[in-house]
């Protein structure tokens, strides 16, 4: 069933299950206790989200980021006071889940994620209604539809460990985005001195899956700031980088933020029921679980390495923060056993969003016009260590709006801020990250290089132009002509801009 049809299936329906649910008390209570001891298809995931959204008119929407190879929709729900706008300083962040279509405990976490925020906030839990005023949160419960369909009607006996891992087209998702990691070592060896935003030189001739090329367009659309890709297997926290440098080689691979990386890592395995502590079975059948006694978390590529994972994509083609989480030894567990999962990782997602609200902010204006400066270049140098001479070579840049947020740990650091056509500024900052508080303020105003005004001015004030021959002129004529003509023909030739993530 299609997104639009099933708007219109789901709000007749919910005519009818709201005088049911709600019109009898005992009801109520019996259907809300089974609602999460299964596993939501696409029908009923669709039903419950635009439930939520229509119950949360005031601060939540949904929305489509493009379909799956079976034509299923990628739905995403967003929270916020200001749905589908990014305002200034407000920062955004997204929870992706069932990237493996066999991996479905993410899935139905991010569904009752929405559930649960949408009543707390009406509810007034001070904790959620300031989270959701503060921030633009975005689940998207699955991104892989169809390979949780397959695997969802397999005996699980016949499932294994692969049926409905891949989408329709048999393409491992978690494989199949741009490898910029690649790019990133071999810029980092040839001190070329970039390092961010690396889709922009990256190229290549590869036809994308329209769940990646839809996932990665979503992901270079909005200025995120923080990310989460839940996953089944292990029972572990997984930060940058996913590659090594050896390709295929299990290796710790250290990212420029291997230390902010790391805490947000642990935050997430330290608030999780059992994650960080020995208290479980090792997933892969080892005597002692190691990732528990590493608090939770691991490297990427010291685990095992992944070339054109999303992670990573996340990283370096963007300003987003992302971390895999491994949240199941077993895959697609019985659904009987949801709500424990439920009750194991509630405080750890939670707890993750607060995330987003680390390091410093702030917006980069103009100082003549205060008009935003947008693609502005913001660098931070570790001054707490007087080993760190060198920026952290991962720079983060400006929205439209001129905002930035760069998450970072506690420190002091230095801040240097770059603009085409403007002087650069620095600024020194006190980092002290506070529980569920707003990150460190620290606006910029750039002075022009040459202001506008200033030109204006010039120009009035030339003397009139000596006599130029007409034959000069002509001359003159001709090549701006000709200039113009070729690029005419380059722009015929060419055509539209063509689509980062490859065709249809």
């Known amino acids: 069933m299609s997104f639009c049809r099933t708007i219109f299936v789901v709000a007749v329906a919910l005519g009818v299950a709201e005088a049911g649910l709600f019109g009898f008390g005992s009801r109520e209570s019996v259907d809300a206790s089974a609602e999460w001891r299964h596993y939501h298809d696409q029908d009923a995931m669709e039903a419950k989200l ?60 991010l569904i009752r994620l929405a559930d649960y925020l949408c ?32 695997a969802l009607h397999t005996k699980p006996e016949d499932r294994g460990w692969l049926v409905g891992r891949a989408n329709a087209n048999g393409r491992d998702l978690n494989r199949g985005f741009p490898d910029l990691d690649k790019l990133f070592f071999f810029l980092d060896e040839q001190k070329a001195g970039r390092y ?6 990256f190229k290549d001739e590869k036809n994308y899956e329209p769940e990646v090329r839809a ?54 395995a330290s608030n999780h029921a059992h994650m960080a502590k020995n208290d479980h079975a090792p997933c892969d059948g080892t005597p002692s679980d190691n990732f528990a006694r590493q608090g939770g978390i691991t490297n990427g590529a010291k685990w095992y390495s992944v070339s054109g994972g999303m992670q990573d994509f996340n990283y370096l ?89 760069r998450p970072i740990i506690d420190g002091q650091y230095q801040l240097a801020v770059e603009a085409e056509g403007y002087q650069p500024e620095m600024r020194a900052v006190n980092v002290t990250n506070k529980a569920h508080g707003e990150a460190q303020i620290v606006n910029f105003q750039l002075k022009p290089l040459q202001p506008a005004l200033e030109m204006e001015n010039a120009m009035e004030n030339l003397p009139e132009l000596p006599y130029v021959p007409t034959e000069l002129l002509q001359e003159q004529q001709q090549e701006e002509q000709q200039q113009a003509l070729k690029s005419t023909t380059y722009l015929l030739l060419k055509g539209p801009e063509e689509d980062r993530f490859g065709g249809d």
């Open 50 to 109: 635009m439930e939520v959204a229509k119950k949360c008119s005031n601060v939540s929407r949904l929305y489509s980021i493009g379909k799956s190879v079976e034509g299923r929709d990628l739905v995403v729900i967003e929270f916020s006071t200001s749905p589908g706008i990014h305002e200034a300083g407000k920062p955004e962040m997204k929870y992706v889940g069932n990237m493996h279509g066999n991996e479905a405990v993410g899935r139905e976490l």
């Open 317 to 405: 083609a963007t300003n987003a923060f992302e971390i895999t989480l491994e949240l199941s030894c077993q895959k697609m567990p019985p659904a009987e056993e949801l709500p424990n999962f439920w009750t194991d990782n509630k405080k750890a997602l939670l707890e993750f969003m607060w995330m987003t609200h680390m390091g410093v902010k702030g917006v980069v204006v103009d100082q003549i016009t205060g008009k935003p400066i947008p693609n502005a270049v913001i660098w931070i140098r570790n001054l707490t260590s007087t080993k760190n001479e060198a920026p952290i070579k991962h720079p983060v840049t400006t929205a439209l709006s001129g905002d930035f947020f």
């Open 119 to 150: 009543n707390e906030f009406h509810s007034g839990n001070k904790d959620v209604v300031k989270l959701i005023n503060t921030t633009n949160i975005h689940i998207l419960p699955t991104m892989n539809p169809d390979g949780f369909e397959l």
């Open 196 to 201: 961010d935003h690396l889709l922009d030189i």
């Open 215 to 268: 996932v990665g367009q979503w992901t270079l659309s909005l200025p995120f700031v923080l990310s989460a890709n839940l996953h089944e297997g292990d029972l572990v926290a997984n930060y940058p980088f996913d590659a090594s440098v050896m390709e295929g080689m299990s290796d710790y691979s250290k990212s420029p933020d291997d230390v902010t990386f790391r805490h947000l890592a642990q935050t997430y």
